[in-house]
C-alpha cells in the first residue's frame, strides 16, 4: 500500500489527483465543524460533554453521527454528511427491481445510468429536507441527546429563542442551511470521482469515520486505563485483518467463450471467470438491521421514562439495550437476512446467464440457460451465508465491547463493526485504483 502511494506521488498526474482528492477532504471536515447559523455553539458541546459524561444511549443517531464524522450532533453545515445520498441509493437500488421503467434505464448503459444518477440527487436533496426537519425538532425537544441535557441543565438551549428573530425564520434558515451542505457534500464526493483518486461518496465516509478514531480511542484510554486500551488495539488489528482476508475471499466462475467468425474476423475463444465475492452485499445489511433496531428506541421516546408500562420495560430492557443478549441476537439474525435479501435482489442468475448464452459464454460442464442460472444461484447461496455470518459477527463485536469495556457511551465505537467493514473496504478499493492507473502508466510490455 505504501509503495503504490509512493509510487503514485512520483507520477505527476496522479499527485496532481492525490492533491486534489486532500484539498476536497480538507473542504470537507471544514463543513463538518462549522456551526449552522441559529445553533448556539456553545450550548451544544456543553451537551455533548454532559452525555459523554453520563454514557447516555443515543440508538441510531450515534450511527448517523459516526458516518458525519460527528457532525450530526453538532448540528454544523455538514451535519447529515453523506447518508441520504447512501438511503437515496439504496431505495432506488431496490425500486430498479420493482419499478421496469428503472429497469428499463438501468440496462440502457450510461445514458440510463446518468438519468438514474439524476433521480438519486433529487431523492437525496429530498431526504435532506425531512431529515433536517427531523433533527432540527429533536435538538428542539431535547430528544437529539436523549433528554441528558434537559435533565442536567434545563436553561441549555441548543437553538436559542431570544435571538430576536420569528422562530420559524431561525428553523427554516436551519433547515435550508444543513439540506444545502448536503447537496455541497455530494457536490464534493462526485468530483473526487471525476478528478480525484478513488470513489467520490466511500472516501468522504472514510474521512468521517477516520476523523473520529482519535477521540474515541482517547476516551477509552482515559475510561478504561491503559492495559483495556492495548487490548483493544490488539483485537482492532486481529478486526482488521479478518476484514481484509474476507473481503478479498472470492469464488471464481470459470466462463469459456466459443469462437465466433464476425465478417473475416474471429472473436471468441478466450477464457474467463465470473467472481462471486464471499461478502456480495458490502455493508448494506448492517445499515438496514441497525435502522431497523432503532425503531423500537424510537418508540419509547414518545412516553415518559419514568413511567413506563409493563410491556414497555420489556422492549426497553431486551430490545433498547444494545447489551442484551435477545438485542445482539435479534441483529444478528436481522443481518443475516438482509444479506440475503440484497444479493438476492442485486444479483440476477438469470440474467447472467442469458448474458453469457448471448455472448456465446458458457461454464464448462453446465449447459447453457437455465441449467447455468440454477448453478449460479446454488453457488451464490452457498457463499452468502458464511458472508453473512462474517458480517453478522463483526457488527456484534461492539456490543460485547460495551459489556467488556461496561460503558453505554461506547454506542458509537469506532474500532469495530460497520466503522472497520467501510474502512477497510474503502481502502482496499482505493489501492486498487492507484495500482491500476499506475500499471496503466508503467506497462512494459512484453517487449522491452
Given at each position: 500500500m505504501l509503495s503504490a502511494f509512493t509510487s503514485a506521488f512520483r507520477t505527476p498526474d496522479l499527485r496532481k489527483k492525490l492533491l486534489f482528492t486532500v484539498f476536497i477532504i480538507a473542504l470537507y471536515r471544514l463543513g463538518a465543524t462549522l456551526p449552522s447559523p441559529g445553533v448556539s455553539y456553545t450550548n451544544v458541546q456543553r451537551c455533548i460533554d454532559i452525555v459523554n459524561s453520563s454514557n447516555a444511549d443515543n440508538g441510531v443517531l450515534n450511527l448517523l453521527n459516526l458516518f458525519s464524522g460527528g457532525a450530526l450532533l453538532q448540528l454544523s453545515v455538514f451535519a447529515l454528511g453523506i447518508m441520504p445520498y447512501i438511503t437515496a441509493s439504496i431505495i432506488l437500488q431496490l425500486l430498479t427491481v420493482v419499478i421496469p421503467r428503472l429497469e428499463q434505464l438501468r440496462k440502457e448503459g450510461q445514458s440510463g445510468q446518468a438519468k438514474i444518477t439524476q433521480y438519486t440527487r433529487y431523492l437525496t436533496l429530498?431526504?435532506?429536507?425531512l431529515q433536517s426537519s427531523a433533527f432540527v425538532a429533536l435538538a428542539r425537544t431535547g430528544q437529539l441527546f436523549n433528554n441528558a441535557c434537559d435533565q442536567n441543565d434545563p436553561t441549555l438551549q441548543i437553538i436559542p429563542t431570544n435571538t430576536g428573530l420569528p422562530l420559524w425564520l431561525t428553523l427554516s434558515v436551519l433547515v435550508l442551511t444543513m439540506t444545502a451542505g448536503t447537496g455541497v457534500v455530494m457536490w464534493?464526493?462526485?468530483?473526487?470521482?471525476d478528478r480525484?483518486?478513488?470513489n467520490g461518496m466511500s472516501v468522504l465516509i472514510f474521512t468521517s469515520i477516520a476523523a473520529r478514531l482519535p477521540g474515541e480511542g482517547w476516551t477509552i484510554k482515559e475510561s478504561s486505563g491503559v492495559g483495556k486500551f492495548v487490548l483493544v488495539i490488539l483485537l482492532v488489528l486481529v478486526i482488521i485483518g479478518l476484514v481484509v482476508?474476507?473481503?478479498?475471499?472470492q469464488?471464481?466462475?470459470p466462463v469459456q467463450y466459443a469462437k465466433r467468425m464476425i465478417g473475416r474476423r474471429m472473436y471468441g475463444g478466450t477464457s474467463t471467470y465470473i467472481p462471486l465475492k464471499v461478502n456480495q452485499a458490502g455493508?448494506?445489511?448492517?445499515?438496514f438491521a441497525s435502522s431497523l433496531l432503532y425503531l423500537p428506541q424510537l418508540y419509547l421516546q414518545f412516553f415518559d421514562p419514568?413511567?413506563?408500562k409493563g410491556?414497555?420495560?420489556?422492549?426497553?430492557k431486551w430490545l433498547a439495550d444494545p447489551t442484551s443478549t435477545l438485542y445482539i441476537g435479534v441483529y444478528f439474525l436481522l443481518i443475516i437476512f438482509f444479506t440475503y435479501f440484497y444479493v438476492s435482489i442485486t444479483f440476477n442468475p438469470t440474467e447472467v446467464a442469458d448474458n453469457m448464452k448471448k455472448y456465446g459464454g458458457f461454464v464448462p460442464g453446465i449447459r447453457p440457460g437455465k441449467p447455468t442460472a440454477d448453478y449460479l444461484d446454488f453457488i451464490l447461496s452457498r457463499i452468502t451465508l458464511p458472508g453473512a455470518l462474517y458480517l453478522g459477527l463483526i457488527s456484534v463485536l461492539p456490543n460485547f465491547f460495551f459489556i467488556w469495556l461496561d460503558q453505554q457511551q461506547y454506542q458509537n465505537f469506532p474500532f469495530g463493526g460497520t466503522a472497520v467493514l467501510i474502512m477497510v473496504g474503502v481502502g482496499l478499493e482505493t489501492v486498487k485504483q492507484i495500482e491500476s492507473q499506475l500499471m496503466q502508466r508503467n506497462y512494459e510490455g512484453f517487449l522491452r
Open positions: 429530498g431526504l435532506a429536507v464534493l464526493g462526485e468530483l473526487i470521482t480525484g483518486v478513488g482476508f474476507i473481503e478479498q475471499a469464488r471464481r466462475i455493508v448494506v445489511p448492517v445499515i419514568n413511567n413506563l410491556y414497555q420495560i420489556w422492549i426497553q
